[in-house]
């Protein structure tokens, strides 16, 4: 016979008995031999219980719930995308796309241009028809100047600056022997294996230059290759401080993934920033010491984004940040190929494509007619970058963006702020900035122009002195754009530069890996994680991105 | 395109003030909900289906069903009950989509006489008893045997309440009835639990 108390059991274990009730009841349940009998029992089942086997959301499932949402709703996207009343037909229609993946938007394009293009190629020709194609060609602002064709007669009807110019002669600078300085040490090439990282002194022979870009992103992992960068290239000894830096930013990390310094302006870009230090180190969210820390910190961009594409907030000069922040996601993707970033990233650069203005540029915000040469490099170099990654329809905002940095640029190759032969604040930082955003937009960059350039980045240094009393003097972010652009040009500017630059950075290293919080004169708007993260991409620059013109 | 006066990571924001920026057009609030709440909706399906592709469906679809009714929330609730009434009400859905569905009568159907019990209990000596189970010393596997053969209305208790960690006046208001129904759901359940377990060791 059962106690009738007992019907109170489950809710007396669960602490769903009103407090008044509680000692009563224990009372009961301490003399009555049923209930203790049961107690045990009830109490067992509920442990059990407990111990029921759970599940954790698969990787990537809220974004992809994001996804559903995002074509369950299309009322709610509608309603947050910005709209201009002068949208050319092309960007409502890529506003109409904006969450179909790059690709599917790339392979219809294609299909619909190579149709266009065979009509095209297949009628008679006149001079008329050559004149009106030119006319075209003229107004490049959003037209769909799509994939790259030749016709057929072989003269070319477009010059296509992104068409891979196909295999070329190629004189890799092996380390010499240092016994005997005319053999050189290059190995005998072994067949690829494919779940090794690639050797660099492979893909260049193997691989057209796109290609090798994204195998020299995905090779950043391999210590062995960075080691041997470094003794090609001249970034000896900063491996250990590029480590202590590393260390340093994750240990400052704030606990949802962010970089701050102190203020919500910026913390998008200053993220973006530590980001792209752990990624060109090759720490990525799936590998490495710091996978955690790189993981929080994607999270916390993409928690920040928006539905338009935009990484952060459209707030104050925000095209520094969301430039920032997508060449991290970018770079991110391309390491990992994490189909969790694919349409994040993808998203982000449409929106630095529709953000560009008339002219060609980008300004603070989107589509700001004032230009700010600065903001324009990190955005022509994620272009870049999402065009390696496949995304061919970058190509015509490419285009433009190195038509007018062209523009920007006086007889000497220094390179203006909002517009020719205007230096603000000194032609230097932004000459770097366009010495290296000419090499990324420019399938065969002009020599001349580089070596002029690289005679103007040298005539100052970016670390006047490591003294507490040059800090307002020096400018990491020349350093930085400086080091990447004179990379590129390699010879004896490089040569003349890095080694300086690099000595100067490693003395001005703190011991707890960090620079000084005041160590440049920009860093008033970033502090410490700021200078930090300049620091250790300054040093990684050896191994960051291929040099395009090997 | 929406800006808050809301500042810090939206991670801290409280579900109702993410709700209103997703009203705005705040995608990345949007995600901000997903993410906080993916877990504990992904386990109440799993627990009720027992099935991680229809859990994961599920999730989703109550997402999407979300937005509709966010017209329908007020502040003065709490957002979970609100979310679990929108959770139940597609698990009822789709339990009563699979019971029309054209093929074998379900063994969670009712039995006829009236009792609680169901299709599957009246067939029980054709199959695996509990004990059965426990002698081959898959314990979880015969509990989980045991949660499916409740009955749906104590089923839906058992789950809110010890795995989802509710309090009995919350599934109150999501499943509409008194707090006593609840806690003398709850009290049979477990009951029938302990008993389909027998005495073993569990």
């Known amino acids: 016979m059962k106690c009738e108390k007992s019907s109170e059991i489950v809710a007396y274990l669960k602490g769903e008995v009103e407090e008044a009730g509680r000692e009563p009841l224990r009372l009961h349940f301490e003399g009555c031999a049923e209930c203790t009998k049961e107690l045990a029992r009830f109490d067992r089942t509920l442990k059990a219980l407990g111990r029921l086997e759970t599940v954790d959301p698969a990787p990537g499932f809220a974004w992809r719930v994001r996804q559903a949402f995002a074509e369950a709703h299309p009322e709610f996207m509608e309603r947050v995308r910005p709209r201009r009343p002068s949208d050319s037909w092309w960007e409502s229609l890529r506003a109409h796309f904006d969450f179909v993946p790059a690709w599917a938007i790339s392979v219809a394009v294609h299909v619909l241009l190579l149709a266009i293009a065979a009509i095209v190629l297949l009628s008679p020709r006149s001079e008329e028809d050559e004149l009106r194609d030119s006319s075209i060609q003229a107004k490049p602002r959003r037209h769909t100047a799509g994939p790259e064709w030749k016709s057929a007669d072989g003269t070319g009807r477009r010059s296509a600056d992104f068409t891979p110019d196909g295999p070329r002669e190629y004189t890799p600078d092996w380390p010499r022997d240092p016994d005997d300085p005319n053999r050189d040490v290059k190995p005998r090439i072994p067949e690829r294996d494919p779940f090794k990282p690639m050797d660099p002194r492979h893909w260049v022979e193997r691989f057209k230059k796109d290609n090798r870009i994204l195998a020299f992103l995905e090779s950043r992992t391999n210590e062995k290759t960075k080691d041997l960068l470094r003794k090609m290239y001249g970034g000896e000894e900063t491996g250990p401080a590029v480590r202590r830096s590393l260390g340093w930013l994750a240990r400052v990390q704030e606990a949802d993934g962010r970089w701050t310094a102190g203020k919500r302006e910026y913390e998008v870009g200053l993220t973006g920033l530590a980001l792209l230090a752990f990624l060109g180190d090759g720490h990525t969210h799936v590998r490495g010491e710091h996978a955690e820390v790189v993981k929080k910190g994607i999270q916390f961009l993409l928690s920040e984004q928006r539905s338009n594409g935009l990484v952060g907030r459209n707030e104050g000069h925000y095209m520094y940040d969301h430039g920032i922040a997508t060449l991290a996601l970018l770079e991110a993707y391309v390491m990992t190929r994490d189909e969790a970033l694919q349409a994040p990233a993808s998203s982000a650069v449409a929106f630095t494509v529709s953000a560009q203005n008339s002219a060609g540029g980008w300004g603070y915000a989107y589509r700001a007619n004032e230009n700010d040469t600065s903001v324009g490099g990190w955005q022509i170099l994620l272009l870049r970058l999402a065009l390696m990654s496949g995304d061919k329809t970058v190509i015509p905002a490419l285009n433009q963006a190195r038509d007018r940095l062209s523009l920007l640029t006086d007889s000497e190759g220094k390179v203006g702020y909002r517009a020719r032969l205007q230096f603000p604040n000194g032609c230097h930082a932004l000459t770097a900035v366009g010495m290296f955003a000419h090499v990324m937009a420019n399938h065969t960059p002009d020599g001349a122009l580089l070596d002029l350039q690289a005679k103007v980045l040298l005539e100052l240094p970016p670390i006047v002195s490591t003294e507490p009393q040059s800090y307002p003097s020096n400018d990491l972010y020349f350093a930085y754009f400086g080091s990447l652009a004179l990379f590129q040009k390699g010879g004896n500017p490089w040569a003349e530069w890095y080694p300086l630059v690099k000595k100067k950075v490693l003395e001005s290293q703190g011991r707890d890996g960090a620079w000084p919080a005041g160590f440049d004169k920009w860093s008033g708007y970033g502090g410490q994680v700021y200078t930090t993260a300049m620091g250790a991409l300054v040093l990684e620059t050896p191994w960051r991105y291929p040099r395009l013109a090997d | ?202």
């Not at chain 2, 990345?28 to 906080?36: H, P, Q």
């Not at chain 2, 609680?116 to 067939?123: K, T």
């Not at chain 2, 199959?127 to 059965?132: A, F, G, I």
């Open chain 2, 1 to 202: 395109m929406t800006s808050s006066g809301r500042s810090g990571p939206r991670s801290s924001w409280s579900d109702f003030e993410l709700i209103q920026e997703i009203k705005k057009g705040d995608l990345g609030a949007f995600t901000a909900l997903v993410e906080r709440h993916q877990r504990s909706l992904l386990n109440f399906f799993f627990h009720n289906a027992w099935d991680r592709q229809t859990a994961e469906d599920c999730t989703q679809e109550v997402f999407l069903r979300l937005y509709s009714h966010l017209g329908s929330y007020e502040p003065q609730a709490k957002f979970t009950t609100f979310l679990y009434r929108v959770a139940r009400n597609l698990w009822i859905d789709r339990m009563r989509a699979a019971a029309s569905h054209p093929g074998p009568v379900s063994l969670e159907t009712p039995a006829a006489n009236g009792d609680e019990g169901v299709l599957r209990d009246r067939i029980r000596s054709r199959e695996e008893s509990p004990v059965e189970i426990l002698e081959k010393r898959e314990t979880h596997a015969a509990l989980r045997t045991a949660i499916e053969r409740l009955p749906e209305d104590q089923r839906m208790v058992l789950i809110l309440s010890e795995m989802q960690g509710l309090k009995y006046k919350e599934i109150g208001e999501i499943m509409d009835v008194p707090v006593g129904t609840v806690k003398s759901r709850m009290h049979t359940a477990v009951e029938r639990l302990k008993e389909l377990m027998g005495d073993h060791e569990v």
